[in-house]
């Protein structure tokens, strides 16, 4: 514990925007992950524990379609969309045969996919770290900002996937498709009574999750070290960030997302070797003060 | 109840059990059989602790390689940093992983299916996360190499190859006999009722949360008993121990073996470390390998080597029983009842 | 004896037990009669501790034990069975009322020289029989009929000799033959057990044929009690509770 460095850092506005950015950004990337994992539960009330492997997929998709194409938006969108097609192909051909099966069931297929996707990885790409190099248009010099540091790539990610949370959050409040999906979440019963075949909400629905971890995978790319089980620490951290929030909450998951972003940030200063267990504890406290998450609504 | 138990024929059989496993090395005179069985008992004992949670309880936990790797770690410091005899440290880590169970239990064990399964992984990633920082104690993603002392106690010599295995089946055995127990008193049918009505329970003076929570600490301390033999089998103890694969696999042995009858963990386990050293012996791609199995399984049987065999005696035993009920029913054609008319 | 004094209970301002004062005699055996919404689940779930009272105590034997849990009030006593059984589906009768007054009894003993213990053995062999149930001993629970799923769960309760046993209505969802020889066993049970049974029930003539003592709930609140006789004849019942039914039944 080096309490006196995070003081330090504390008062010092570099030190503070330096670990800011760095924090809002690892919260970002968590939050199109946690997002897809609670939409997935809120709807289907089932926990993909193979998302982080759609995350890794994202990365590795991207990093094939920019040595192939020397386009940073087009590894990204391959990454996204690269993976928005796996995961309807995961849900229709797998998951959707254990809908109603025992949780364990449930895991055991995503257990099963993770082990292929790892090594599918290594077969593929190497079970060497893979570094993606930053696009040529980020190279630049960092912007300084009250003495910290701003890399223009961090400013950029945090742009795009503020973006890309105001858009997901107009989708699902604010149009048809988002009104059956909160209602399917609510009553799948009653949205198939009105004629909305649940088989294309759910794949949907697993669709767009697919589609927010392979664009966080592709964004991430750059300044992540890319191998296989990349995702595992991901996806720990992805239902933290629900069970703080509240599952099936997209709002809560962007709070829980920037939350634990902050506090890896900062925790790095001050507790280098306790900062996962600082997000244990912060989980452990909301478990205990409010068992459904910030913005959860009912029982656990 | 339907299987009666009682201590002193159960100890018998553990007893033939135990002579039986310490001849088969004279018939099977390889060190390749040898560690097949120390690694046996230390999945075995693991894998079946973690039923007493899946199969008897209902608490679906996908974190309990936390105890295994607690268990391996605990004991492998201990050893390698105090000047203390083997039962010693076998205590201390019993102990510890009990203190460990309680607090992770008390957080988790009342909260629902899902979140019970990903809190408790979420727990054995803590673990894994500190195991990999704090290097300078652990040895991080290297592992605690090394070796760990053995000092002999009560003529036991546990750098001996067969010394080793002898204690290991001994307590594969003496651990079994005790879960067995366990499963049979009435706690262990308390565990029953609340897995099959959780709702009722209550009302029949059922302290939901004080027996899980005692189940959940039961299962932990086991747990950490696989993780020992591990450690004595590797003389260490390494990251991998305590990554949520190991508790995947854990799941997976149960489910292949069955998990309604109390030896199936132990036979998936027989069956999953023989798949394992047939794949990797074919090649590298164990991952695939494995996955690809654990779907066709998944999505194909459903249920366990031991859950047909028990289902398919229990089906034909309730078909004669209804059966047998109808006939008496129609025999006895109506109830003598004093209708109030 | 249960006593139970001003006993309230509401739910979003809408009052389903409103000062509720009843008394039930040591080894009584009553029914709680009223029409549907009258409250007289809630009333049990309030005695039971699945509710926690806004107000009132419930005395049994002098202790207040409004607010407990169901555990602790089961422990001191008060059994209950439900109006849908809950039973224990995997289980087979034996193993379900053997399990139940082991957990009831024993539920953290984990050693002992054998099981099950063989005193409660005899217990639940003697619940088996007076519930009928002996010769479907080793049937799984849940491919048991409705009729002895619901003998199950009372069995269940009886197995751990509650001083007050609470059923709600015993006879839901049975044909008129079946009630009959349901509400004999109940008899059975209560005369040689001798607890205080009190019972929830919409067939009139059951509740007038073996009832001691009736409790009319209405809206929450009592409305009457007496013997069969005095509710029979009480105006108010009549009126707002019984009305054609019961004119039609006993012309």
Redesign the interface.
């Known amino acids: 514990m080096d309490l006196s460095a995070l003081g330090s850092c504390l008062i010092s506005p570099s030190c503070v925007i330096t670990q800011s950015t760095s924090g809002l950004i690892i919260g970002l990337l968590l939050f199109l992950v946690a997002a897809g994992v609670s939409l997935i539960f809120g709807v289907l009330k089932v926990v993909n524990f193979a998302h982080g492997a759609f995350y890794m997929l994202g990365a590795y998709f991207a990093y094939s379609a920019y040595q192939l194409s020397g386009s940073y938006l087009i590894a990204v969108l391959a990454g996204g969309i690269g993976v928005a097609i796996f995961g309807v192909l995961f849900e229709r051909l797998l998951i959707s045969r254990v809908y109603g099966s025992p949780v364990l069931m449930q895991i055991l297929v995503c257990y099963a996919m993770i082990l292929i996707l790892d090594d599918v990885v290594k077969i593929i790409w190497g079970a060497d770290f893979l570094s993606f190099g930053m696009p040529p248009a980020f190279q630049q010099l960092p912007i300084l900002f009250a003495g910290g540091v701003v890399p223009v790539f961090y400013l950029f990610l945090i742009v795009i996937t503020l973006i890309i949370a105001a858009l997901l959050g107009l989708l699902i409040t604010k149009t048809r498709y988002g009104k059956i999906v909160r209602a399917a979440a609510v009553n799948p019963s009653m949205v198939s009574a009105l004629g909305i075949n649940t088989g294309v909400v759910y794949a949907s629905v697993f669709m767009l999750g697919g589609l927010l971890a392979g664009l966080a995978g592709g964004l991430a790319a750059p300044v992540r070290s890319l191998t296989a089980g990349m995702g595992t620490s991901i996806i720990i951290e992805s239902f933290i960030v629900t069970v703080i929030g509240g599952m099936g909450s997209v709002a809560g998951a962007l709070v829980g997302s920037i939350l634990i972003g902050l506090v890896r940030s900062f925790g790095s200063i001050g507790f280098p070797l306790f900062t996962e267990g600082l997000m244990f504890v912060m989980m452990a406290v909301v478990l205990v003060l409010k068992p459904s998450g910030l913005f959860g609504k009912e029982g656990r | 109840m339907s299987a009666r138990s009682s201590l002193l024929r159960d100890s018998l059989i553990a007893i033939a059990a135990f002579l039986v496993l310490a001849a088969l090395p004279y018939i099977f005179p390889s060190k390749g059989f040898t560690d097949f069985v120390v690694r046996l008992a230390a999945f075995g004992i693991f894998a079946t602790s973690l039923n007493l949670l899946v199969g008897y309880s209902g608490m679906e936990s996908f974190g309990h390689g936390l105890y295994f790797g607690l268990g391996c770690y605990t004991f492998a410091l201990i050893m390698q940093n105090f000047a203390v005899s083997i039962p010693v440290a076998f205590l201390l880590t019993i102990f510890l992983s009990i203190l460990v169970a309680v607090v992770v239990g008390s957080i988790c064990v009342n909260l629902s299916e899902i979140y019970f399964a990903f809190l408790t992984l979420a727990f054995q990633m803590l673990l894994h996360s500190l195991i990999i920082a704090w290097t300078p104690i652990t040895g991080g993603d290297q592992g605690l190499t090394g070796g760990i002392p053995r000092p002999p106690f009560l003529g036991i010599r546990l750098d001996n190859y067969y010394h080793l295995y002898l204690f290991s089946s001994g307590l594969l055995v003496v651990c079994l006999l005790a879960m067995h127990h366990i499963v049979q008193s009435p706690f262990g049918y308390t565990l029953r009722m609340i897995r099959d009505n959780v709702s009722r329970a209550p009302f029949l003076g059922i302290n939901v949360f004080r027996v899980r929570l005692m189940a959940y600490v039961i299962a932990g301390a086991f747990g950490a008993v696989g993780g020992i033999v591990m450690s004595l089998f590797v003389s260490g103890a390494f990251p991998d121990f305590a990554y949520w694969t190991i508790s995947g696999e854990a799941i997976f042995m149960i489910m292949l073996g069955g998990l309604t009858v109390f030896l199936g963990p132990l036979v998936g386990a027989v069956m999953l470390l023989l798949l394992n050293d047939v794949v990797t012996k074919l090649t590298s791609h164990y991952g695939i390998v494995l996955g690809g199995i654990i779907l066709l399984f998944a999505l194909g049987l459903r249920k366990g080597v031991l859950d047909f065999v028990a289902d398919m005696w229990r089906d034909r035993r309730q078909a004669t029983l209804s059966a047998e009920n109808r006939s008496e029913v129609a025999a006895s054609a109506k109830p003598a009842v004093a209708a109030g008319e | 004896m249960l006593t139970i004094e001003n006993l309230s209970k509401s739910f979003g301002g809408v009052a389903a037990t409103n000062d509720v004062s009843l008394h039930f005699p040591k080894g009584s055996l009553s029914a709680v009669i009223g029409p549907n919404g009258a409250g007289k689940t809630t009333f049990f779930n309030l005695i039971?501790g699945?509710f926690r009272p806004d107000k009132g105590r419930i005395l049994l034997d002098g202790t207040d034990i409004a607010g407990l849990?169901?555990?602790e009030i089961?422990?001191r006593g008060i059994?209950?069975a439900?109006q849908i059984a809950?039973?224990?589906?995997?289980?087979?009768v034996?193993?379900?009322i053997?399990?139940?007054v082991?957990?009831?009894?024993?539920?953290?003993?984990?050693?002992?020289?054998?099981?099950?213990?063989p005193e409660l053995e005899d217990r639940a062999a003697h619940v088996m029989q007076l519930a009928g149930l002996t010769?479907?001993a080793?049937?799984?629970s849940r491919?048991l009929s409705h009729g002895d799923q619901k003998l199950l769960d009372i069995a269940?309760?009886l197995v751990?000799e509650p001083q007050v046993l609470l059923l709600d209505e015993p006879t839901a969802g049975m044909g008129?033959?079946e009630r009959?020889?349901m509400i004999?066993t109940v008899h059975r049970m209560w005369e040689l057990e001798r607890m205080t049974l009190i019972f929830i029930e919409h067939d009139m003539?059951?509740v007038f044929?073996i009832a001691q003592s009736v409790k009319v709930l209405s809206y929450g609140r009592v409305l009457a009690e007496g013997t069969p006789d005095e509710i029979r004849r009480h105006p108010e019942v009549i009126k707002a509770y019984l009305g054609d039914e019961f004119e039609a039944a006993h012309a």
């Open positions: 039971t699945a849990s169901p555990p089961v422990r059994g209950r439900f809950r039973i224990f589906p995997t289980l087979t034996h193993d379900a053997l399990g139940a082991q957990a009831h009894r024993h539920q953290h003993t984990v050693i002992g020289r054998r099981f099950p213990l010769s479907k080793k049937i799984v491919n269940l309760a751990l008129p033959e009959w020889a004999d003539s059951i044929k």
